[in-house]
């Protein structure tokens, strides 16, 4: 019996049958000492230790693991420490108003509510102003000249979201400095460009204004300019002595500023309602966004201002060509499907330069500009690669909405001549594109050879930033900023002009805006590429793309043969069977398609029977 119990009770059992005969003692005792205490003496220090044993009874009763517990308090957060320089909830209006109210304007003055300047009769001595003006700026400042400097531009048309939007407080919408380089511009456009922002920017936002003269030569852009915005008080004029350009004139006005953001604009803009604070905010969210506004047109002979539609969508976003020009193109699909209204901003692969705001500190970590560029052009190109390969980003803002008036041509004459933007894009070519630049000195002969003679200024500050901040290389922007690119033949069969051996002239583009749909022409050579360059594509494309990729298309005769949009355009797509050609050994030009030949006659190109004896059938690169 005793070796039952052993193997058959367990522990646990042990202890509550212990436990429960110990109890059981223990009240026979309690009713005992109860009933007459003085009988006997050792009873009443057992009473006297009996509420001692009780309650170390209980206390074992309830420390066994079956026993459920009380829930444990909750514990007292600590409440976190209100900071009075970030304070909750939404900029008001009040807190957000301009740093001057627009003064009321007479509805039916010229150009109001962003109208169209309209006078139908003019007077001898009027037109001679008009067409001076129009000389002296590429825009119509006869009409500028008589539109209001503080003109309304109505009502704010944007859509919904951007209209009810609501900015944090916390954490703030940083200070910026708005910088405008001027060069012999109007006196009514640049004066229109500062009003503009100082009645439509909220004055706890606005630093200053600073107004960059690029060694302007009118009389009324010198003292009578400085005497003019001494009044406005945060406008301030910054000079260059000589003509230096774009580039060193917002260099200059970047050491200066004193905003956390550097705001660059044009001296030809209008900015819309609400045009600031959704690029403050971006710039909060993600300090490495360089964020441009939706860019609207400023009509350059009517000065009518294109008011954004309610029910309008970004549309556009920027891109570049081989010839390293920088164009808009459609947004694409997908990039269309994820964003869900218009506060959202759009991802684009280049911007157009002109404006835009980037944080001061970003701005010089990222390398500001390359200081060697000169005067103007390829800047703009340059930064949207680097912004890209080394770790930014660049986007449109489209709730932030600014007019500007687009020339057809400048004004302005370039020190040293065109030559320095063939310098420019070289020197980014050169730091930025890797292997890629050899498509673009295929296409500028000039660029080429300035490349190989390497006269092109010192770039290897340059070069060590790219290493200094890891940046990716081009491969990487192609494949995964601007992967619907169409990137030519790194290395095409054969490129360069091709000349007719019966003429001895060669395919030429013809017109300059010739962007498809037009017959080709035959033109002295001159071995400039330009309008005469092609390049045989290791799919059998003859490719015209200096800029647009355009293709030699068969039509059948009489028709002439013309440039069209090359059908082939990357992943997914094929070459159309008019845009095959084949090189004979007989130097025929051949479409397989139609089995004709390109055949020279009377100075039009057609397709012909294929006669190997005709030299108007025989062609060849030069």
């Given at each position: 019996?005793?070796?039952?119990?052993?193997?058959?009770?367990?522990?646990?059992?042990?202890?509550?049958?212990?436990?429960?005969?110990?109890?059981?003692?223990?009240?026979?005792?309690?009713?005992?000492?109860?009933?007459?205490?003085?009988?006997?003496?050792?009873?009443?220090?057992?009473?006297?230790?009996?509420?001692?044993?009780?309650?170390?009874?209980?206390?074992?009763?309830?420390?066994?693991?079956?026993?459920?517990?009380?829930?444990?308090?909750?514990?007292?957060?600590?409440?976190?420490?209100?900071?009075?320089?970030?304070?909750?909830?939404?900029?008001?209006?009040?807190?957000?108003?301009?740093?001057?109210?627009?003064?009321?304007?007479?509805?039916?003055?010229?150009?109001?509510?962003?109208?169209?300047?309209?006078?139908?009769?003019?007077?001898?001595?009027?037109?001679?102003?008009?067409?001076?003006?129009?000389?002296?700026?590429?825009?119509?400042?006869?009409?500028?000249?008589?539109?209001?400097?503080?003109?309304?531009?109505?009502?704010?048309?944007?859509?919904?979201?951007?209209?009810?939007?609501?900015?944090?407080?916390?954490?703030?919408?940083?200070?910026?400095?708005?910088?405008?380089?001027?060069?012999?511009?109007?006196?009514?456009?640049l004066l229109r460009t500062v009003y503009s922002v100082l009645h439509s920017s909220p004055a706890i936002l606005l630093t200053e204004i600073l107004l960059v003269d690029d060694a302007s030569t009118a009389e009324h852009l010198?003292?009578?300019?400085?005497?003019?915005?001494?009044?406005?008080?945060?406008?301030?004029?910054?000079?260059?002595?000589e003509r230096k350009g774009l580039i060193t004139a917002r260099l200059l006005g970047a050491s200066v500023a004193k905003g956390k953001v550097l705001t660059f604009l044009d001296a030809h803009c209008e900015c819309f309602h609400?045009?600031?604070?959704?690029?403050?905010?971006?710039?909060?969210?993600?300090?490495?966004?360089?964020?441009?506004?939706?860019?609207?047109?400023?009509?350059?002979?009517?000065?009518?201002?294109?008011?954004?539609?309610?029910?309008?969508?970004?549309?556009?976003?920027?891109?570049?060509?081989?010839?390293?020009?920088?164009?808009?193109?459609?947004?694409?699909?997908?990039?269309?499907?994820?964003?869900?209204?218009?506060?959202?901003?759009?991802?684009?692969?280049?911007?157009?330069?002109?404006?835009?705001?980037?944080?001061?500190?970003?701005?010089?970590?990222?390398?500001?500009?390359?200081?060697?560029?000169?005067?103007?052009?390829?800047?703009?190109?340059?930064?949207?690669?680097?912004?890209?390969?080394?770790?930014?980003?660049?986007?449109?803002?489209?709730?932030?909405?600014?007019?500007?008036?687009?020339?057809?041509?400048?004004?302005?004459?370039?020190?040293?001549?065109?030559?320095?933007?063939?310098?420019?894009?070289?020197?980014?070519?050169?730091?930025?594109?890797?292997?890629?630049?050899?498509?673009?000195?295929?296409?500028?002969?000039?660029?080429?050879?300035?490349?190989?003679?390497?006269?092109?200024?010192?770039?290897?500050?340059?070069?060590?930033?790219?290493?200094?901040?890891?940046?990716?290389?081009?491969?990487?922007?192609?494949?995964?900023?601007?992967?619907?690119?169409?990137?030519?033949?790194?290395?095409?069969?054969?490129?360069?002009?091709?000349?007719?051996?019966?003429?001895?002239?060669?395919?030429?583009?013809?017109?300059?805006?010739?962007?498809?749909?037009?017959?080709?022409?035959?033109?002295?050579?001159?071995?400039?590429?330009?309008?005469?360059?092609?390049?045989?594509?290791?799919?059998?494309?003859?490719?015209?793309?200096?800029?647009?990729?355009?293709?030699?298309?068969?039509?059948?005769?009489?028709?002439?043969?013309?440039?069209?949009?090359?059908?082939?355009?990357?992943?997914?797509?094929?070459?159309?069977?008019?845009?095959?050609?084949?090189?004979?050994?007989?130097?025929?030009?051949?479409?397989?398609?139609?089995?004709?030949?390109?055949?020279?006659?009377?100075?039009?190109?057609?397709?012909?029977?294929?006669?190997?004896?005709?030299?108007?059938?025989?062609?060849?690169?030069?």
């Open positions: 019996m005793r070796l039952y119990l052993r193997r058959r009770m367990s522990p646990l059992k042990l202890v509550l049958l212990g436990g429960t005969l110990f109890m059981v003692v223990l009240v026979v005792l309690q009713r005992d000492v109860g009933s007459n205490p003085a009988q006997d003496p050792w009873f009443q220090e057992l009473v006297d230790k009996k509420d001692k044993v009780m309650v170390m009874v209980r206390g074992a009763v309830n420390n066994l693991g079956f026993q459920i517990g009380a829930p444990e308090p909750q514990p007292v957060e600590e409440q976190p420490t209100v900071d009075s320089s970030c304070p909750s909830g939404f900029y008001s209006q009040t807190e957000l108003k301009p740093v001057l109210e627009r003064p009321q304007e007479d509805p039916q003055s010229p150009g109001a509510n962003a109208a169209a300047f309209k006078k139908d009769k003019l007077t001898a001595e009027e037109l001679k102003e008009k067409e001076e003006g129009m000389t002296r700026n590429c825009f119509n400042q006869f009409a500028s000249d008589r539109i209001s400097l503080h003109r309304s531009l109505g009502d704010d048309t944007r859509p919904a979201e951007c209209v009810e939007r609501k900015f944090h407080r916390c954490p703030p919408l940083p200070t910026t400095s708005v910088i405008i380089v001027f060069h012999n511009e109007a006196w009514s456009t010198k003292s009578t300019l400085d005497d003019y915005v001494r009044q406005l008080k945060i406008v301030h004029v910054l000079r260059q002595a609400g045009w600031l604070e959704p690029l403050l905010a971006r710039i909060v969210e993600e300090p490495t966004a360089v964020v441009s506004p939706d860019i609207t047109t400023i009509d350059l002979n009517s000065f009518q201002f294109n008011k954004p539609v309610t029910t309008a969508r970004a549309h556009n976003r920027g891109n570049f060509d081989w010839s390293l020009t920088f164009g808009w193109e459609a947004i694409p699909e997908q990039a269309k499907s994820l964003r869900k209204d218009e506060t959202y901003p759009v991802k684009t692969p280049t911007f157009a330069g002109g404006l835009f705001s980037i944080s001061k500190a970003y701005f010089e970590h990222i390398g500001t500009y390359d200081d060697k560029m000169e005067i103007w052009g390829g800047e703009n190109v340059e930064m949207s690669f680097r912004v890209w390969q080394c770790g930014g980003q660049l986007e449109i803002i489209p709730c932030s909405v600014v007019g500007h008036v687009f020339r057809t041509k400048s004004p302005h004459t370039f020190p040293k001549g065109t030559e320095v933007i063939t310098r420019n894009q070289v020197r980014l070519a050169e730091v930025w594109m890797d292997d890629y630049k050899k498509i673009f000195y295929r296409r500028n002969s000039n660029a080429g050879k300035m490349a190989a003679e390497q006269n092109f200024g010192d770039i290897s500050e340059r070069v060590n930033l790219r290493e200094r901040l890891q940046c990716k290389n081009f491969t990487w922007y192609l494949n995964t900023v601007y992967p619907e690119a169409f990137v030519p033949d790194l290395n095409p069969v054969v490129f360069g002009s091709i000349k007719n051996e019966g003429s001895q002239s060669c395919l030429d583009a013809g017109a300059e805006n010739n962007h498809g749909g037009k017959p080709v022409i035959m033109y002295t050579c001159h071995n400039m590429g330009g309008n005469q360059y092609f390049e045989y594509s290791t799919h059998k494309e003859l490719r015209h793309n200096i800029g647009k990729q355009l293709c030699l298309h068969a039509v059948a005769p009489p028709e002439q043969v013309k440039l069209e949009l090359c059908q082939r355009k990357g992943w997914g797509t094929s070459v159309s069977p008019e845009q095959e050609w084949v090189f004979m050994e007989e130097k025929l030009l051949k479409n397989p398609s139609s089995g004709k030949c390109l055949h020279l006659k009377e100075g039009q190109v057609l397709m012909d029977h294929c006669n190997a004896d005709d030299r108007n059938q025989h062609w060849a690169f030069s």
